[in-house]
Nanobody
Framework: HVQLVESGGGSMPAGGSLRLSCTAS???????MGWFRQAPGKEREGISA??????????RYADSVRGRFTISQDFDKKMMFLEMNSLKPEDTGMYYC????????????????????WGQGTQVTVS
């Protein structure tokens, strides 16, 4: 049974920082994982992605978060992180982690179609 669990969300004033974590179940072979967010009334947006075991070139960021958010991994613990700095009110939303199942290398890692497994989400509110 594949499971993804996010944690670390919360409420912060603008300019603050939060660190999100995503833990994958042991049964999941990690190749590519991503962070998505969805604000009320808006479509889900891919904001960052990482290829496990890769180098700095294997990171992806949406323009909306580049320079403020940093994605990282702990391969041995099957965890992914998102360090979010200089938070803005427009960063408010439900944040989801996602993991690739079957290989879909032709699909951008910032698109939801790339991923088969999803967490339940963690809420981030920036005021």
């Amino acid at each position: 049974h594949v499971q993804l669990v996010e944690s670390g969300g919360g409420s912060m004033p603008a300019g603050g920082s939060l660190r999100l974590s995503c833990t994958a179940s042991a049964s999941l072979s990690l190749v590519c994982m991503g962070w998505f967010r969805q604000a009320p009334g808006k479509e889900r947006e891919g904001i960052s992605a990482i290829y496990f075991g890769g180098g700095p070139g294997d990171l992806r960021y949406a323009d909306s978060v580049r320079g403020r958010f940093t994605i990282s991994q702990d391969f041995d613990k099957k965890m992914m992180f998102l360090e979010m700095n200089s938070l803005k009110p427009e960063d408010t939303g439900m944040y989801y982690c996602a993991a690739e199942g079957r290989s879909r290398v032709g699909v951008s890692p910032l698109l939801s179609a790339r991923y088969e497994y999803w967490g339940q989400g963690t809420q981030v509110t920036v005021s």
